[in-house]
């Protein structure tokens, strides 16, 4: 009976939930500018209703009760994950989340302008206290969790993960990547390469979108595609609202957005229907949920095979040219090139931006730096990793993410554990079937069955070392991906 | 302190109705089909939520003290329109409501395939169910509210409206429209007319519905066209969100549907922003409502010289044709035809439509007559009102509308309601400024200007005979209509 009610309220939680991911998506894509003040003031309702619903206090109770009603395996997990969310809706006292809240959405919108004019001196004062107030949810949340402060920020996006294992993880890494993308460079120095030509009329950017969304596999009556200023994935799993950008001069941009957001898209609309309501059935992490956005665009849409393909639909679209060949287009698209920004980064330099931001992050929070001394500290790293100075470009280092400015700190190690997760998943699949080449060649839906099976349909009901154990017969390890990276672009 | 808390709770309620908006225009614009069950889950939680926020307990309490504190005469309306929300939520037993709206539910959903197969027999059980509920829903709202069942059904509509007011002002119209119709008949018997010859361009009608949507004082930055199925004005006052549907063989039907509801749309955008988050802010009535959308379809838009000024529209859109010189156009517009379906009616017989239904559901509600009856009475009264016999035609006779199969009884004499208040305020409007024919040519901003400060601004601060009677010089009086008719048909 409690877990009855406890199931009602949270799918009450997550049908207003809904609304908002709706009403965000149409901020995001359809909303008249205009509208944005009243649009912001009925979101905020939203949100204050949502952390009301969490602090209902007949929760405790009904969670006490449900311990020991409930025996199914599946009901424990199901009632674990709604603890979760019940215990980090109640874990921080109201003053501090209004107070975050505020200093978050002042730095972030002072930050839209600040980054542009490279005003750090703006920016820093804004920058502390968004930190300062950081620190004391991170202390508030590490002492209920029994964690150190900048783990208690990673549980939030990565549960489970610690920075323990991440020290370990990335000192692999950085034992070989710069090494390699050393090697790389010179491989490709003297790679002859064709840039395609423009303009590619939107109009027909948008319909090889959804062709290639096809191909892909996305349900059409459970999503759709739009246009917005910063691309994303939302709505809900029942109807996934994608969106893109188009370039007119470059094809590859939206193409490329397009087929990763399609991977998170695919893994939301393969979320078991049965759970779909409850926290359990949401995905598991954003490392998951990065791994499948990066399977599509780095394992699949990146592979030649998956090129090769490309090609004719290229050439229906907007013509043949030299540039389309399939071997020019492999070449573009697995370009290594060391650059400031980490969104246009290639596969192989992204995990030096990360690994840069997570030393830097959990330094910040753990109260071993201050946030004076970023730019130094980010000039510094970005030599060492990547051989680029940002000596008084602010807007292309530290001021070039949105991440921190609403103290989303613990964020971007998932994109990396995104990359790897990616590369275990290719590797099992290709030991347990037939190479990706293969599987591209002859029917990508035994890709999609191995996902769905593997990863999708399990929602949140395992732990990620679990779920990633079960699918790849070993948890988090970077050997697939290094493997993955030297016989892309060194074999 | 106690107008403030409740200006802020129900400023809430908006806000969660302007969440409802959106997602319901989504719904009708923009969802795949498959997301469907999902949405209908969480707009009936919201629906859910929004009652429960007119039912917090503190309310009776916080209106016994702001009757005494509040002092100031916009106070003491925007108490009052509060109040009657409140009234309106609470004067009904939970059960009712709960059974109204599955029966209301099932009926509605039924309807949308039984309609087109004739089912009348299929239709009635389904139907005698919510008539059954709707005399419950009436004869409690009528005892709280002291009035007759019929009139506090009108009264949800049409605040202040009686039906003893509309069976004098209906028996007015009955004594001259017949003849009227038959007049225009044969005086346009032999008048040559020339149909537009399509196909027209989807693109092109859209393009052209959002210049005439500019030429009406249409403003973008709050608000936006899209298509739908059934057409209508949603969103909110800060974000109106019209629709139409489009037809290639016919230009009129969407470019009319698009005026129409950018009339609505207008008396939106024009309420006053400073009470917009409260009920006081919102339009008066349905009444009111239809007036302004008529006024922009009927006063306006099929004024000769409006659709002079179409001509060079239409040409510039679809290549000039015979038909759209200005003369033919304005035979087209306003052709008279008595035929069946009341939403495909003209000016001058949609209000036989609308008295037939009026006296029909007036007689349901107060037990003058039962459901089975229906089909005789429909039949009788158009072949009264339209000499049109729909025996056994059920789908173009009492099973043609929407309204009454989840419940909507008293919405009907709107539209009437809606044409007599726009023939006062062309009327007034033309005897303070100048004819309509003079504003169209020169500027219609003085149009708009003069319905903003007598209608939009007022919102519901005023009721409504007030407002008309302060705008047009006298209350709801159809002789202003009927000169229009008279004067546009036989003048």
Redesign the interface.
Known sequence: MSYHALSQHFE?LH??Q???A??GW?QAT??????N???A??????AV?CHQQLQDPRLADWFADAEQESSAREHKVSLAEMRRQWRDATLLPADLVRAMSLAGSRCEHAWRSLRPANDWAGYLPLFEEVLNLSRQVASARAETLGLSRYDSLLEQYEPGMRSARLDTLFGGLKSWLPELITQVQNKQRNEPMLQPQGPFAIEQQRALGLEVMTLLGF??????LDVSAHPFCG??S??VRLTTRYNEQDVAQALMGIIHETGHARYEQGLPAQW?RLPVGQARSMGVHESQSLFFEMQLARHPAFIARLTPLLERHFGAQPAFAPDNMARLYTRVSPGLIRVDADEVTYPAHIMLRYEIERDLIEGRMEARDLPERWDQLMQTYLGLSTKGNYKDGCLQDIHWTDGSFGYFPSYTLGSIYASQQAAAMQQQQRSLEQLIDNNLSSVFEWLQQHIWQHASLLETDTLIQQACGQSLDATAFKHHLQQRYLG
């Open positions: 009450q049908h207003l809904h609304l908002g709706i009403c149409d359809m909303m008249p500018s205009g509208g003040e009243a649009r003031e009925a979101l905020g309702t939203l209703l349900d059409f009556n459970h999503g759709r709505g809900v029942e109807d779909r």
